[in-house]
């Protein structure tokens, strides 16, 4: 009978354990880190409820922010704290359909759209002002004093991120103040004879 011999492990096997170990124990990490930044960079879908009072040489305006519009209204909020609004006119205003300001000094990155399904370009809603392409708003605003859904497209180009909630009768105000022939619009009677400017912008709660 053959004497029993021991199983022994060589040392180039031990070496290839290690090494496929120490492999699994990389790819792990990495995984990890992936999964950590992609959580860390995934935009919330909603934010915490916040006003927005702009006091401007025509009256106080406050704005209730959407909070399902997060990209979009973080946005905003940024620039209110970030003091980019203040000393800003609404430069651009027509009756009966929109006011428009928010032109501010420096570059602002563009954000992308948040449209949806229950967009709606009403009354005393503020949106955001952009370019013919998708994802090109900044930091200009426009607030509506018209159901403007009405237009084609409408709704479904320009973010609706909040309400005005106080301060209606400074809107119309400013939207029916005199103007001039635009000289960056040929034909659009849309220039303010007195431009009414933010004078501070601020986050009430």
């Known amino acids: 009978m053959a004497p029993k011999q021991k199983v022994r492990s060589s040392s180039k096997h031990k070496s290839q ?3 496929w170990i120490a492999i699994t124990l990389i790819a792990l990490l990495i995984i990890s ?3 950590y930044f992609a959580l860390a960079n995934q935009a919330p879908t909603t934010i915490s409820p916040t006003t927005v009072l702009l006091q401007t040489s025509a009256g106080d305006i406050t704005i209730d922010l959407r909070t399902d ?3 979009t209204s973080t946005n905003f909020i940024n620039l209110v704290k970030e003091g980019k609004y203040d000393g800003t006119t609404f430069y651009r205003t ?9 032109k501010v000094n420096g570059n602002v990155a563009t954000i992308k759209d948040e449209i949806g399904s229950n967009n709606r370009n009403v009354n005393y809603t503020i949106a ?4 013919n392409q998708p994802n090109s708003a900044t930091s200009e605003f426009f607030i509506n004093v018209a159901d403007n859904g009405k237009f084609p497209n409408f709704d479904s180009t320009y ?4 309400t005005v909630s106080a301060g209606k009768d ?6 029916n103040a005199p103007v001039t022939e635009n000289p960056n619009i040929p034909g659009e009677m849309s220039n ?5 400017t933010i004078i501070k912008a601020t986050i009430v709660s």
């Open 17 to 19: 354990n290690k090494l």
């Open 192 to 196: 303010p004879v007195h431009p009414v």
């Open 94 to 102: 027509i009756a009966g359909f929109m006011i428009q300001g928010g």
């Open 69 to 71: 519009k997060p990209i």
């Open 159 to 162: 973010t609706v991120f909040g």
């Open 128 to 131: 955001m002002a952009k370019t």
């Open 33 to 35: 880190v992936g999964v």
């Open 170 to 175: 400074v809107v119309d105000t400013i939207a």
